[in-house]
């Protein structure tokens, strides 16, 4: 899977999106279609994100672990690689050293 570099004709939403005081920031795009998805940072912490659609997070840079809920068991992900989320459901992030930078793809 090649990273995501740049989104042709969108809107972007100027105020950032904040989350967990600060560690993770984001923006919201929504493409010419109505297709809106998010792109930002989680610094280094360990998080919990509750979904309501289900999402794909893709990973730019940096890395992280991830555990879906109902999962005991911790995934790694990186750079150019991506993960799913169901819908109404929730996973714990953990990112250490180097912030994960990612674009959420919604629906």
């Not at 555990?67 to 714990?92: C, H, I, M, Y």
Request: hydrophobic share 35%; with cysteine.
């Amino acid at each position: 899977m090649s990273v995501t570099e740049q989104f042709d004709g969108v809107a972007v939403a100027t105020k950032a999106n904040v989350y967990f005081d600060g560690k993770c920031v984001s923006h919201t795009i929504t493409l010419a279609d109505g297709t809106r998805k998010s792109v930002g940072v989680i610094l280094p912490a360990s998080l919990t994100f509750n979904t309501g659609a289900p999402e794909i997070m893709e990973g730019v840079a940096g890395s992280c672990r991830i555990r879906l809920k109902g999962e005991t068991e911790w995934k790694t992900w990186g750079a150019g690689q991506s993960f799913n989320v169901p819908g109404n459901s929730s996973f714990d992030i953990e990112v250490t050293g180097e912030p994960y930078h990612y674009v959420c793809h919604f629906g």
